[in-house]
């Protein structure tokens, strides 16, 4: 597998096949990061595109290609507080939203009925737990991989995954599918991109190129 470092200096200078496995690789954090801010699994979905397009826009602001995660990490939070800043009447205040009866939801419940499936369970979540409970269900990843992608310790985490189970109290892993069906493929996210930053006539990426 191609290290991230090799991967990030192919993308910013507009290789679309690297771009498309950066948006592979990453797109579970950054959907944690952003579900876990917001509360929102339609928002996040949206937040999720707006993080890998400000990336793709601040290539050059990143001096350090050894610290292509955290970096990826800031953008995906800055990203959804920005939203919450332009958006206070539409952000989803997770600590006070009351318990969901009968979370548990089949895989052919509705839109709505998932998203507020997924905010009731999220409400009795931490936030500091909430990215670590979102990449082990959602995205399945594992304790070492979770440490890895939020720069952790395991022991870290797997003290904020028992405190986000005996909170959560229920297990996210029954409507993972409902969920992940709802996302856009990475083929679309890397399509936005290029269609507001890589159109004929862009010189997103040849900028980015000079100015190293």
Not at 16 to 22: H, I
Not at 80 to 93: G, I, L, N, Q
Not at 142 to 156: R, Y
Request: proline share 5%.
């Amino acid at each position: 597998m191609v290290d991230d470092t090799s991967l990030y200096r192919r993308a910013s200078q507009g290789d679309v096949t690297a771009l498309n496995e950066v948006v592979t690789r990453y797109r579970p954090l950054v959907y944690a990061i952003c579900l876990a801010e917001v509360g929102q699994v339609t928002m996040a979905e949206d937040l999720t595109q707006d993080v890998f397009v400000t990336m793709y826009r601040r290539f050059n602001t990143l001096h350090d290609p050894d610290k292509f995660r955290p970096w990826i990490r800031t953008i995906a939070r800055n990203v959804c507080r920005m939203w919450r800043r332009r958006h206070p009447d539409e952000a989803v205040p997770l600590e006070v939203l009351p318990d969901q009866h009968d979370p548990v939801s089949s895989a052919a419940c509705h839109h709505a009925e998932l998203e507020a499936l997924v905010q009731g369970l999220l409400g009795h979540v931490s936030p500091r737990s909430r990215e670590v409970l979102l990449l082990r269900y959602f995205a399945e990843y594992s304790e070492v991989e979770i440490a890895a992608a939020l720069g952790l310790t395991v022991t870290t985490v797997k003290s904020r995954l028992h405190e986000a189970r005996t909170q959560g109290q229920r297990i996210l892993k029954r409507f993972v599918e409902d969920t992940l069906v709802l996302q856009h493929s990475s083929e679309d996210i890397v399509r936005q991109i290029m269609e507001q930053c890589g159109h004929p006539g862009c010189q997103c990426p040849a900028t980015l190129v000079e100015r190293r």
